[in-house]
Structure formats: C-alpha cells, structure tokens
C-alpha cells in the first residue's frame, strides 16, 4: 500500500510509482543467471599484445591525445574507506591490549612506513599526550589505533578512500586524489595541455574534495605545464533502490520507506551525463607512486591505442554501409572482423541475405566500445572475463561477477573456478558514434543483471536491490575487447596492510 508520504518522498528522489513497482517485482522474480560458455582466455577472447603491437598502440594514441579531442579521467570515489580498517576496529573491541593477530602484528611493525605516520603520531601527541613511540612503549596499543580511525583523531574510520594518506615521498605524502591528478598528466593530456578529470563523490564528502583540489591544482599545473579541470558529481537520488521485508514489499522505518544506494551501476548515470571522446575508467584505490608509473603509464596508453584503432575500422565500416556502395565480399570482411576481433558470434549469421546482414552488422557495431585490461588470476575476488550467451542468439565477451553466474551448476561452476583472467576495472571507452554524436548509454544496459543481498538497519534483517554493476550489467551492449596487462597494473587497497605492500612504498 503506498501513502501519500511515500508519493512525496519518490517525487523528491525521482523515481515513479511505475519505477518503485518494478524494483519491488524485481525482489519477487528475482535475477536469471547469465548464460556463460566458457571463461575468456588467451586462446579465446582476450588479445594478447606483442613488442611490436605496443609501440604501434603507444603511437596512435599519441597521436590521437594530440589532437583536438576532449578526453576525460573518470574515478569513482565515493566508497568509505571503513572496511580498509575492519581488523582494526575489531582489535579496538577485543579483550586484550596487544597485537595478537597477524594483520595486527604486521600493522604495528610497519607503522612507521606509512604515508599518514607523521599525521598520527601529532594526533596522538595532540589527544594523548605523547607521541606514537611512547604510547608504544606503554603498550598503549589501541590509543594510536584509537586516533587513526576516530573523528577526534585523523578520522580515516569515516573517511573515503580518496582523501586517505596512500604514499610517502621526501618531505610530504600523497592521497590517491593526488596521485590519480598526477596520471592523468601522463596519459590524458591533449594538445592543449588541458587535463580532464571527474570524481564521483558521495554529498558529505564533496567539500573534503573540493578543497583537496584547490590546495594542489596550482602547483601540480606549474610543476607539469597543464591545466587540471577537475570535476564532481554525486550518485543521483533517482538511482537509489527501495529496499524489501521478507514479504517483498517496501522496507519500513518507522513507517517511511527505506531506500538504499544502488551500487556503482548508478554511476552510468554519471558517465552517461560526460561530454568526452574517450574516457578512462579506474577505481580510486588502485594508483601507484611514482616509481611505478611509468609502466601503469604504458599500459594505459595501450589499451587506448587499441580503442582508438578498433574505433577507426567500426567507423570505417559504418560509413560503408551508410553509404550503401559495398560488395559481398565486403560484408564478409566486417563479418570477420565482428567475429574475430570483436568476438561476437552468431551461427544463423551464415543464413542471412546479404539485405538481413547488413541490418545485423550495422546493429552490433554501431554501440559505445571499450578496451578492458585483464590480469592473470591471482585469487582476487570479484569478476572475470566470460564470452556469454546474449537473448538474440549472440556469443560475445562479458565481464561477470560470480553473483551473475549460476554456482549450483557444477558445469559453470567449474568455468568459473578454470578462469585465467580478472577483472581489475581498467577500462578505456568510446561513447559517441560514428556521426558525432553522444550514444544514450542507459539505452546499453541489461536492467535484468542486478542482484539482490541481504542487509541489515537496526537489527533488521533487510533485501538489498544492487543495480547491474558499472562494468557487468551497465555496459553488458556496449563492444568490449579484453587485453592482457601485466599484475603489476593492479594495486588495489583492500585493507590497511595493503599499503605496506611493495608497490606502495616509494
């Protein structure tokens, strides 16, 4: 039964009674599992790239960054950092007062090599009294814990990732905000100088990036001779999902509906609202110092580069047919590249008139591309690369979290234990066609990849409608080639120790 409070409050958010009905069908009926056919791999859906092949990329993206395109850096960056800090919050909460667990043994041995030490160790002075070393000495363990996590100390408890102390150079420490202002000189400058760079933040943070921003953007754009034009955006209300009781039906606290945030496939919205040529996607947490950026720097540049040489031939192609002066054997060659580097397959293709065909390639290649970088499985969680079966009959690559994939059956199950590949969220994307103008992203998205969890408020057992994810679901249309880049690309903060890890330290 919907109230008139409940229409005030989804008129304030945007979202339909139509819409809010839809998501309460959704916790009825459920997600169907995606169709997997094998695990995309070397030998089939994932392009390795040569010695050779590098340079050639380097240098068509190169040349393409020095042109007049604008080409934007987009980092989602609103996650708390909270769960970097779990096993801490717990030993704040355990019976005893020394390091007993191995992530707390390792967090005390290396407390001197973080970047955000110095910060601490005023923070402890300040509230305590004295200074890390001493309260060390005393044994006073969870106190510099205590001021590490805590509002009054440096808060990183409550902070998001982003404005967390990450690396420490000679004489200062850089946040990844910071370090992710620095790559995109390296790899997203255009002719201009001009450096585009977009944050989506969550409200209560903004201001915290906002003057990040604006005490390092002169500087940088001296040290560098660039100008930065960073931006921000908030997760829209509209995306917000409402959340469910055990019956299916709205989530109530206190008699007014419980809506949750939709997870980062709301973040299509924000992509799908940037004026840009090309966009490089990657998560705030998984930046490097500078020793390390060179190779990041390369890599980038690659992935571009096979974008911008795929983006080329699709054009080309779409512009042959547009025209409408092509032979058999021409279709045949799109056929092939479709196929063979696109890896988009349909056997009923071999009984289509060449009227019929023509219809069939011009739909699958007139959609927004990306080039995704893949690691080798380390035993990371998260996705993978698949080639999966899509509603028309089409084989083509995806990239799936284990919640898309049907785990009671031990045929898919063994696909995806048997994957070579992961999913490091490192993708390069083109989103306007071939005329110029802005593809509608939300017109790409599988709306039937979302996934339902369940959560808890207050005690509460709750479900929790996740959204298709930014890089599963929301972009499950779009052409996607995936290309091996080597571990060394990935540097992901999981947890605090994280950072003691040899690719964080300078």
């Keep these: 039964m919907i109230t008139e409070s409940d229409l005030l409050l989804l008129e304030k958010k945007g979202i339909t009674p139509e819409e809010l009905q839809q998501q309460l069908d959704c916790f009825e009926k459920g997600f169907p599992y995606l169709d997997i056919l094998a695990p995309a791999s070397l030998e089939r859906g994932i392009l390795k790239i040569t010695p050779e092949d590098e340079l050639k990329y380097i240098g068509e993206w190169d040349a393409y960054k020095d042109s007049d395109r604008r080409i934007v850096k987009f980092v989602p960056a609103s996650g708390a950092a909270s769960r970097m800090f779990k096993d801490l919050f717990e030993f704040l909460e355990a019976p005893y007062t020394e390091p007993a667990s191995d992530f707390e043994k390792k967090f005390f041995e290396g407390l001197a090599k973080f970047a955000f030490y110095e910060d601490l160790d005023e923070a402890c002075t300040k509230n305590e009294g004295k200074g890390i070393a001493s309260l060390l000495s005393e044994g006073n363990c969870k106190a510099v814990v205590k001021n590490l996590l805590d509002k009054d100390g440096l808060n990183y408890g409550s902070l998001p990732k982003g404005l967390l102390k990450f690396h420490k150079y000679t004489g200062y420490s850089l946040t990844p905000l910071e370090e992710h202002l620095k790559e995109g000189v390296f790899y997203a400058k255009n002719e201009k100088g001009d450096v585009n760079i977009h944050f989506t933040v969550s409200p209560e943070h903004k201001a915290l990036f906002e003057t990040l921003v604006a005490d390092n953007k002169e500087k940088m754009e001296d040290r560098f001779s660039v100008k930065l034009d960073v931006a921000f955006s908030e997760q829209k209300p509209s995306t917000d999902t409402v959340a469910a009781d055990a019956a299916n039906q709205p989530f109530r606290e206190d008699g007014k509906m419980v809506f949750r945030p939709g997870g980062h496939g709301a973040l299509i919205e924000n992509l799908n609202d940037l004026d840009a040529d090309i966009i490089f996607i990657k998560n705030i947490d998984n930046v490097v110092p500078d020793k390390y950026k060179e190779t990041e720097t390369k890599y980038k540049k690659i992935l571009a580069g096979v974008l911008i040489s795929t983006q080329e031939k699709i054009f080309k192609y779409l512009n042959l047919i547009d025209c409408g002066k092509y032979t058999h054997d021409e279709l045949l060659e799109i056929l092939y590249f479709l196929q063979n580097e696109l890896n988009i397959k349909n056997p009923n293709t071999k009984l289509l008139e060449d009227a019929e065909l023509v219809l069939y390639l011009k739909r699958k290649l ?141």
């Design 366 to 506: 007139d959609r927004p591309c990306r080039v995704c970088g893949m690691v080798r499985n380390i035993g990371e969680p998260g996705g993978g690369p698949f080639l999966t079966m899509n509603p028309d009959g089409t084989i083509s690559p995806q990239i799936l979290e284990s919640s898309q994939i049907d785990m009671s059956n031990p045929e898919k199950k063994e696909m995806f234990q048997k994957g070579t590949h992961f999913n490091p969220v490192d993708i390069v994307c083109s989103v306007k066609d071939y005329r110029g103008y802005h593809f509608n992203l939300k017109d790409y998205v599988d709306y039937n990849a979302g996934f339902i969890s369940i959560k808890s408020k207050n005690g509460k057992e709750l479900k929790a409608l996740e959204l298709p994810g930014l890089w599963n679901g929301a972009m499950s249309d779009w052409n996607t080639i995936f290309v091996e880049v080597p571990i060394s690309t990935f540097n992901p903060v999981k947890t605090v120790n994280d950072l003691l890890r040899e690719q964080h330290l300078q």
